[in-house]
């Protein structure tokens, strides 16, 4: 279950940028993410994936053609300030290009960087709402040393320290989250909690059915051919959890959802 199906809008969302999109798909909502992306333009160029500002662009193009589609630039109005903007941006720039690149590492300490990420996430949502766009569910990180490519150097132990940052940004992300309330007139944005859950599904996997914590049901170096029945692992792979673990999480983030922006 994804969020879109939870709310009873659709089962799939489809990417902006698919060939096959149908005008039913602009009206309906599509997804601008790019998987690897972030907020820091140096995650975009290491993983060779599209950038959150060219995300930003290619709204502004699907605006111009939800227009041409209703015919009404009131309707089109309508369309996008009663949209729901769900944002997920900060495990791979903390993940991938903090923790494993010198030139961000030694140039930030982890306190002004997730202050700088902060910040992106601020101009970024100012962006979306001089755009149209009123209302924004944004997504915590997730416990960041608890995903298999963290835990695995411990033997499965959660890396604290790893988790630890992604508390430190969790924290000042749901701090702004809050000052853009206030900031954007007209305006609802909430703090969607992701570490929480998905960390309860690590510390207490029998509970909701899956046999394995941190070990991935995909291709570690140890098991490179996947597993049969990958509704039983908390995580896919050494970075995502399954699509099991999701379902498990996502009840409760629709209902806030919902609850918000009823």
């Known amino acids: 279950m994804n969020a879109a199906e939870g709310l009873g809008i659709k089962n799939i969302v489809p990417a902006y940028r698919s060939p096959f999109l149908e005008p039913n798909d602009i009206l309906t909502g599509v ?5 690897g992306s972030g907020l820091d333009p140096m995650t975009a160029r290491i993983q060779g994936v599209i950038w959150v500002p060219d995300q930003l662009n290619d709204f502004k193009a699907y ?16 369309i996008i300030s009663n949209a729901v903007f769900v944002i997920s941006a900060g495990n791979n720039d903390i993940a991938i290009t903090y923790f494993t690149n010198p030139i961000r590492n030694t140039r930030y300490t982890i306190f002004s960087y997730t202050d700088l990420m902060v910040s992106w ?27 298999p490519g963290a835990s695995n150097a411990l033997g499965g132990l959660c890396l604290e320290p790893a988790n630890a940052v992604a508390r430190l940004f969790n924290r000042k992300l749901a701090d702004e989250v809050n000052n853009l309330n ?17 960390l309860e599904l ?31 692992y908390v995580f896919w792979d050494i970075a995502h959890p399954s699509e099991k673990a999701y379902q498990t999480i996502i009840p409760p983030i629709i209902q806030q ?4 922006f009823a």
């Open 121 to 147: 996430t601020q101009s970024f949502i100012k962006e979306l709402y001089n755009l149209g766009a009123r209302k924004f569910a944004i997504m915590g990180t997730l416990p960041l040393g608890c995903l």
């Open 182 to 198: 206030s900031m954007l007139p007209g305006s609802r944005s909430i703090y969607v909690d992701m570490y929480n859950p998905l």
């Open 63 to 78: 605006i111009a053609k939800l227009n041409s589609i209703t015919g009404d630039e009131e309707k089109t109005r309508s």
């Open 202 to 232: 690590v510390k207490n996997p029998l509970r909701s059915g899956f046999i394995s914590p941190t070990r991935p049901c995909c291709c570690a170096p140890a098991a490179p051919i996947p597993c049969l029945d990958a509704s039983r």
């Open 257 to 260: 959802i919902q609850q918000s």
């Open 31 to 35: 997804s601008f993410a790019s998987g």
